[in-house]
């Protein structure tokens, strides 16, 4: 049957048998994608249908939607078959985000000893670190070993590890790591000759269990590995961390991330999977939070009342003024997030970037000041808008407002991240709506105060 074409089938229009057999010659990315288009129900008979440890290798692939729902589907004895077959750090994401109480019990409790052995392991670290995304399929040899012996090792437990292409070589007695050999290396060295021969003469990359995902993330990027191993306080080796493990939680990490920058909780399950009242809990709290800091606009305003009733051609400005404000304050606040997420500052470098935002902040609002005062004088001057005989104080007022909006919207909007990051909160959750909400209010404030100044004993 033509892959096209069952891709888009509904589920009464083929059998399981015939798509299984038409998936079966597919990539398995390819496979994931055409089963996200079915019921979990029909996706698991497909599933079973399909020989093992394609299976096995279907389940393992964290695109693969409602993966919880598809076990559940299945027969105990035969869901609990795939799940031994799958990798462990992947089995260990099933456990700790996927299933439920009851049905994390019920499955468990059907695993074999070494299975459950490795899941507890793996699901005794916290939720972002290397444990918890570590797989214990790798293989390490002794360093009293050839290469000619390694190499046939490599080739009897294949199938059984996550990768080979990065060999951990160990002492024979205390299990500590010595070094990291490449397969490749180890292809091009002397057969009769030691293992330890064949690997870069440096120490070996490695991490704790509790290190952070996002640094493991940048060893790997730093050192252009395909793997870092993960070892106690003895050196011992835990297991690895492999490339394609930290590009899956740093897309999750990232997801996180721009989440919080839109202004709400982080959803956790892809857009389509999550359900309506779920998604009205993630969003309306933010959203509640930010109208309450819009109020202290209108605060702000009533205080400003009789100014305004003076000269009700400020009021023209007022989005102008506040966008700008808001806008100077999201660009900085998304910089900074993204450099201290990349470790590009440190919270202790919060001083030289506020040496760098203010005069930043004040060229950038001299330029939209400029632009600013330039609008109203050219409007007035080509016949547009009347702004009354002081027209000229109403752009110079317009201007140096801009000036001071801008340079305090860039200023907090670069501090706030630090001060998130000080008070124990994850930089993210000073988010573009909470800086954009926080400026509205003071710019404003500065709005009229300058307007003040400027006009007092004219329009004011």
């Keep these: 049957m033509n892959a096209a074409v069952t891709e888009i089938l509904p589920a009464e229009a083929v059998s399981a048998p015939v798509l299984a057999a038409d998936l079966a010659r597919r990539h398995v990315a390819d496979i994931v994608v055409s089963l996200n288009e079915y019921e979990a129900a029909f996706v698991a008979t497909v599933l079973l249908e399909l020989p093992r440890a394609l299976a096995a290798d279907v389940l393992d692939q964290p695109e693969l939607s409602r993966m919880a ?4 589907a299945m027969p105990l004895d035969r869901a609990v078959g795939l799940i031994e077959e799958m990798s462990a750090d992947r089995a260990a994401d099933l456990f700790r985000y996927d299933l439920s109480e009851p049905e994390r019990h019920r499955f468990v409790a059907k695993l074999d000893a070494a299975t459950k052995a490795e899941l507890v392991c793996l699901l005794a670290y916290p939720e972002h670190s290397a444990g918890a995304i570590m797989t ?15 190499l046939e090792h490599v080739r009897t437990v294949e199938r059984s590890r996550e990768t080979v292409y990065a060999i951990y070589v160990v002492d024979p007695e205390i299990g500590t790591l010595r070094q990291a050999v490449s397969l490749r290396r180890l292809i091009a060295a002397e057969p009769g000759a030691p293992v330890g021969s064949a690997a870069a003469r440096r120490e070996p990359v490695s991490v704790s269990p509790l290190t952070d ?27 690895i961390v492999t490339v394609d493990d930290v590009i899956d939680a740093m897309i ?22 999550i359900g309506f009242f779920s998604m009205i809990h993630k969003r309306a709290g933010w959203l509640s939070v930010l109208l309450l800091g819009e109020m202290l606009t209108a605060s702000v305003l009533q205080h400003y009342e009789g100014a305004l009733e003076k000269a009700i051609v400020l009021t023209l400005f007022i989005p102008l003024i506040m966008s700008s404000g808001g806008n100077s304050g999201s660009q900085a606040t998304s910089l900074i997030i993204r450099a201290l997420a990349l470790r590009e500052l440190a919270p202790g470098d919060w001083w030289r970037v506020a040496l760098r935002e203010l005069p930043t902040g004040v060229t950038l609002g001299a330029i939209l000041g400029a632009i600013g005062f330039v609008r109203v004088v050219l409007w007035q001057k ?25 340079t305090f919207g860039s200023l907090t909007g670069s501090m706030l991240p630090f001060v998130m990051t000080r008070l124990g909160f994850d930089p993210a959750s000073a988010s573009a709506p909470f800086v954009a909400t926080l400026v509205d209010v003071s710019g404003l404030a500065i709005y009229f105060s300058i307007a003040s100044l400027i006009l007092s004993g004219t329009l004011l």
């Design 382 to 406: 080509l016949g547009f808008y009347d702004y009354g005989e002081h027209w000229l104080l109403v752009a110079a007022t317009v201007g140096a407002a801009l000036l001071g909006i801008v």
């Design 136 to 150: 214990t399929e790798f293989v390490s040899v002794p360093d009293d070993w050839t290469v000619a012996r390694t």
């Design 69 to 72: 729902a598809i076990l559940k």
């Design 252 to 273: 999750a990490e990232t997801t996180e991330d721009v989440h919080k920058l839109g202004g709400m909780e982080a959803l956790g399950l892809p857009y389509r999977e």
């Design 213 to 239: 995902r996002e640094e493991v993330a940048r060893l790997i990027a730093k050192y252009n590995l395909l793997a870092v191993p993960v070892v106690d306080e003895k050196q011992c080796v835990l297991g």
